[in-house]
C-alpha cells in the first residue's frame, strides 16, 4: 500500500484540515464565552440578577398604580426566609409583608429560592411572582386581588 501526499486517509482528506471542536491539549474551552461589555463585570446575569430584574418588571407597574394608596413601601428579595428551628408547618412561606409603623416604611420580601422550586418555567415564574405580589399588595391596601390587578385571574 502506497501512501502518497495526495491520497485520502480515514477521515482527513489532503489539503484539509480536521475542524477542532476544542484546544489542541483536549481541555476544552478556558475563559469566558462572553466577552462582558465592561471589564470587570460579568457578561451574562446571574440566576438571582435575573429574578431581581422579574421581581422589579412586575412590581413597578403596580406600585406606579397604587402609590398614592400605599404610601412608602420597600421592595426586596432574598434567598430563603429564616425559619425557627420548631417551624412545624410543611409549607416555606413565599413572601413577607411587614407593615410599617410611623416613619418606618412598609416592607414587602419576595424569597427567591421557594419561588424558583415551585416553577419549572419562565413564564410559571413570572407568574407565580405576579401572583404574590398581588395578593400581598391587596392584603395591604383591603382589596381583592382582582381589585389590585385585572390580570390577577389570569
Do not use: C
Amino acid at each position: 500500500m502506497d501512501i502518497g501526499v495526495g491520497s485520502d486517509t480515514g477521515s482527513e482528506r489532503a489539503g484539509e484540515a480536521r475542524p477542532r471542536t476544542r484546544d489542541r491539549r483536549g481541555r476544552g474551552m478556558r475563559g469566558p464565552g462572553v466577552v462582558p461589555a465592561r471589564p470587570g463585570t460579568t457578561a451574562l446575569r446571574t440566576a438571582r440578577q435575573r429574578f431581581d430584574q422579574l421581581v422589579l418588571d412586575v412590581v413597578t407597574p403596580l406600585d406606579e398604580r397604587w402609590h398614592r394608596h400605599l404610601g412608602l413601601v420597600e421592595y426586596a428579595v432574598e434567598d430563603a426566609p429564616m425559619l425557627p428551628d420548631d417551624w412545624g408547618d410543611e409549607t416555606v412561606p413565599l413572601s413577607s409583608l411587614v407593615r410599617g409603623k410611623g416613619q418606618e416604611p412598609t416592607r414587602l420580601v419576595i424569597f427567591r429560592r421557594p419561588i424558583e422550586h415551585r416553577s419549572t418555567s419562565r413564564d410559571e415564574l413570572e407568574a407565580l411572582v405576579h401572583t404574590i405580589v398581588v395578593e400581598q399588595l391587596a392584603e395591604l391596601l383591603n382589596l381583592t386581588p382582582g381589585q389590585v390587578d385585572e390580570r390577577y385571574a389570569d
